[in-house]
């Protein structure tokens, strides 16, 4: 047992999932204790025991249209994402790569940190109006100006010896933007997006509160206007299970993208880790997922045209003015998958007949 209190000891995938899964249903023992019986140790009103919070989402379905309300902010986040990472990256590379650039703009962005989000909303209502146009530019321009200094920071951060290394086989600027800052860049910059994703459901909930469109954000303060406190800690525990799994789909995404970051070897030997059976399991349960989630789509984006579900719009009805990045992430994802497939069959060795032999 001494592996429990080893200094910056290492956990296997098994042990760290059996210690998280205790240290759960201690936290949920706890909270059970303390709201438990007609006089509980905290009054309901403050903590409301994890029974009522459960029984809350079937009152949040049928009071205040939880789904809706749900797939709204999940378009809202993903629409201030997509804008957010478009923009940083064009403007992130021009300033980290060109002195031009680096010279006019560099103070500017190192003090624009330093702006409280909260204080603007009144300049974006002005600028985009009150409706979902002015709450995506918020987010976006939330996670713009975080994710700015690190975009610029990553690319000072490329080693040296990579780039004189292209440079010696005569490459060009475009070149070595391609196959040095691009790959650099983006296996790191991937992990900062995904420690960003807590940052913008912080800014959702700030957005939504104004102009009351729906989503989960609005619903807080419509429960704690009410005095629901079992539904505000439903909405609350909602939006952690949504980012973490969020965070745990930005993993997937980092290991299929960059495979290379995950090759580890294993102790006093040069051979590769293998993954874990539960690791193999989930990675193959995910890849089947995407694709009934590519299935699902097609259909419902057919519908969105033709009246396929007998003049039913799905999609339309749950995103609302988000549904464009719908189709942005999922057009990304059928063009990744079938350019996979294109790459895996050109890379199959020809096979020899007996003719050409």
Request: net charge positive.
């Given at each position: 047992?001494d592996?429990?209190?080893?200094?910056?000891?290492?956990?296997?995938?098994?042990?760290?999932?059996?210690?998280?899964?205790?240290?759960?249903?201690?936290?949920?023992?706890?909270?059970?204790?303390?709201?438990?019986?007609?006089?509980?140790?905290?009054?309901?009103?403050?903590?409301?025991?994890?029974?009522?919070?459960?029984?809350?989402?079937?009152?949040?379905?049928?009071?205040?249209?939880?789904?809706k309300?749900?797939?709204?902010?999940?378009?809202?986040?993903?629409?201030?994402?997509?804008?957010?990472?478009?923009?940083?990256?064009?403007i992130g590379?021009?300033?980290?790569?060109?002195?031009?650039?680096?010279?006019?703009?560099?103070?500017?962005?190192?003090?624009?940190?330093?702006?409280?989000?909260?204080?603007?909303?009144?300049?974006?209502?002005?600028?985009?109006?009150?409706?979902?146009?002015?709450?995506?530019?918020?987010?976006?321009?939330?996670?713009?100006?975080?994710?700015?200094?690190?975009?610029?920071?990553?690319?000072?951060?490329?080693?040296?010896?990579?780039?004189?290394?292209?440079?010696?086989?005569?490459?060009?600027?475009?070149?070595?933007?391609?196959?040095?800052?691009?790959?650099?860049?983006?296996?790191?910059?991937?992990?900062?997006?995904?420690?960003?994703?807590?940052?913008?459901?912080?800014?959702?909930?700030?957005?939504?509160?104004?102009?009351?469109?729906?989503?989960?954000?609005?619903?807080?303060?419509?429960?704690?206007?009410?005095?629901?406190?079992?539904?505000?800690?439903?909405l609350?525990?909602?939006?952690?299970?949504?980012?973490?799994?969020?965070?745990?789909?930005?993993?997937?995404?980092?290991k299929?993208?960059?495979?290379?970051?995950?090759?580890?070897?294993?102790?006093?030997?040069?051979?590769?880790s293998?993954?874990?059976?539960?690791?193999?399991?989930?990675?193959?349960?995910?890849?089947?997922?995407?694709?009934?989630?590519?299935?699902?789509?097609?259909?419902?984006?057919?519908?969105?045209?033709?009246?396929?579900?007998?003049?039913?719009?799905?999609?339309?009805?749950?995103?609302?003015?988000?549904?464009?990045?719908?189709?942005?992430?999922?057009?990304?994802?059928?063009?990744?998958?079938?350019?996979?497939?294109?790459?895996?069959?050109?890379?199959?060795?020809?096979?020899?007949?007996?003719?050409?032999?």
């Amino acid at each position: 047992m001494d592996w429990l209190f080893k200094l910056r000891g290492e956990l296997t995938p098994e042990r760290r999932s059996i210690l998280s899964i205790l240290g759960l249903g201690i936290f949920l023992l706890l909270w059970y204790v303390l709201t438990m019986g007609a006089t509980p140790i905290i009054s309901s009103g403050i903590l409301p025991s994890p029974g009522s919070v459960l029984f809350a989402y079937g009152d949040l379905c049928e009071d205040n249209n939880l789904i809706k309300n749900l797939f709204f902010s999940l378009g809202l986040n993903l629409a201030g994402y997509v804008k957010a990472i478009f923009y940083t990256v064009l403007i992130g590379f021009l300033i980290g790569l060109y002195p031009l650039f680096r010279g006019m703009f560099q103070s500017q962005i190192d003090a624009i940190r330093f702006m409280p989000l909260a204080a603007v909303t009144s300049i974006f209502i002005i600028w985009f109006g009150i409706g979902t146009d002015m709450k995506v530019n918020f987010l976006a321009f939330g996670i713009f100006i975080f994710l700015l200094p690190v975009v610029v920071q990553r690319i000072d951060d490329v080693k040296e010896v990579y780039l004189k290394t292209v440079h010696t086989l005569g490459a060009t600027d475009w070149q070595v933007i391609k196959t040095v800052y691009f790959p650099s860049v983006f296996s790191r910059l991937f992990d900062d997006i995904r420690i960003l994703t807590a940052i913008s459901w912080t800014y959702i909930v700030v957005a939504e509160s104004l102009a009351n469109e729906g989503g989960i954000g609005a619903l807080t303060y419509t429960v704690r206007r009410f005095g629901r406190m079992d539904k505000l800690f439903a909405l609350l525990l909602l939006i952690i299970i949504i980012g973490v799994i969020q965070d745990k789909v930005f993993k997937y995404l980092d290991k299929e993208f960059f495979p290379h970051k995950y090759q580890t070897k294993k102790k006093y030997s040069d051979e590769l880790s293998e993954p874990s059976y539960l690791e193999v399991i989930l990675e193959f349960g995910f890849k089947i997922l995407v694709w009934i989630l590519l299935a699902a789509y097609l259909v419902l984006a057919i519908a969105e045209y033709t009246p396929l579900l007998s003049g039913a719009q799905p999609l339309s009805y749950l995103f609302k003015d988000t549904l464009w990045v719908i189709h942005v992430i999922f057009i990304m994802i059928v063009y990744y998958k079938l350019n996979s497939i294109y790459k895996a069959f050109q890379s199959k060795p020809a096979k020899i007949t007996t003719a050409d032999a």
